[in-house]
């Protein structure tokens, strides 16, 4: 896709699961892509995957609970590919499931930091950017979670709620200024993060759940995006897709 050729294209836990299938098929439509992680090793061997097939990527490594690492993230991506033209907001982690009164307060500290706090701070290094440099696009990874409720899960479904909120927010605070800002909120989807999960929900009982009947593949999440990104969704800002094999509906 010519849209995308030569562009620097930025997506944070990139190294496995949906990160990794988005870096990929960005670089297959000609992106520069930016793989961060705080996985060095399986993040290097996304970068070998996309160079192989002939793509271009770097591997830059980024806690994106840390501001400033975040901030250095965002001016190495440049520095190595120009300005950033496409963000994907993507790591995040599981978390423990409790009922709410059984939080640890640690436990809470962890997820808000990660899949909240750290979207804001990409988002807010990533718009600053775009500013400067005459616009871009940024899809956040959320969640179904982020749509409604998560019995045992509730800090994830707080943060995963936060997400939306800053994606609906910053894509009318930018929609005149050439950035548009969309979501993907993922059913349950094959990756590793789906391990934690307790033994009974897992197997056959999970895709019991999907109308579809399966699980989503990582790839499938990632067209997605990539279709939020380009220049097909020109007029869709401020949106939050599920993709879930029909599940938000059932
Ligand atoms: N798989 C699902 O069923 C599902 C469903 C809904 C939403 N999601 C969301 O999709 C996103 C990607 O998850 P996935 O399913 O591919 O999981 P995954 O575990 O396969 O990949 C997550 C990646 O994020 C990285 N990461 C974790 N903490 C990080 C941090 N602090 N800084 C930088 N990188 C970090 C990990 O190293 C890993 O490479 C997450 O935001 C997740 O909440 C997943």
């Known amino acids: 896709m010519e849209f995308f050729k030569n562009k620097c294209a930025v997506v944070t836990g990139a190294a496995i699961g949906i990160g990794q299938a988005t ?3 960005l670089a297959q439509h000609g992106a520069k892509v930016i793989v961060s992680d705080i996985n060095k090793d399986a993040g290097n061997k996304t970068v070998k995957l996309i160079e192989n097939a002939g793509g271009t990527a770097k591997f830059i490594a980024c806690n994106v609970a840390k501001k400033e690492e ?8 440049i520095a190595a590919f120009g300005p950033i033209k496409f963000a994907i907001n993507n790591a995040g982690i599981g978390g423990k499931l409790a009922p709410t009164h ?10 808000i930091a990660i899949n909240l706090s750290g979207v804001f701070y990409c988002m807010r290094e990533e ?3 775009m500013l400067h440099h005459g ?23 707080a ?4 997400v939306v909120g800053l994606t609906r927010t910053a894509a009318v605070e930018y929609a005149k200024l050439a950035i548009r800002v969309n979501a993907v909120c993922p059913g349950w989807t094959e990756t590793a993060i789906l391990d934690n999960l307790p033994e009974e929900m897992l197997g056959n009982s999970l895709k019991n759940y999907v109308p579809m009947g399966r699980l989503g593949k990582p790839a499938e999440v990632a067209e997605t995006i990539v279709w939020l990104l380009g220049d097909k969704s020109s007029f869709v800002t401020g949106h939050c897709l599920a993709v879930d094999g029909g599940l938000k509906s059932s």
Do not use: T
């Open 23 to 25: 870096a990929i098929l």
């Open 70 to 77: 975040v901030k250095e993230l965002m001016v190495q991506s």
């Open 102 to 111: 059984e939080i640890k307060f640690e436990d809470w500290d962890k997820m």
């Open 127 to 129: 718009i600053s950017a």
């Open 159 to 162: 943060a995963k709620h936060g």
């Open 135 to 157: 616009g871009g696009n940024i899809v956040n990874v959320a969640s179904l979670a982020g749509l409604g409720p998560v019995p045992r899960g509730n800090s994830y479904c």
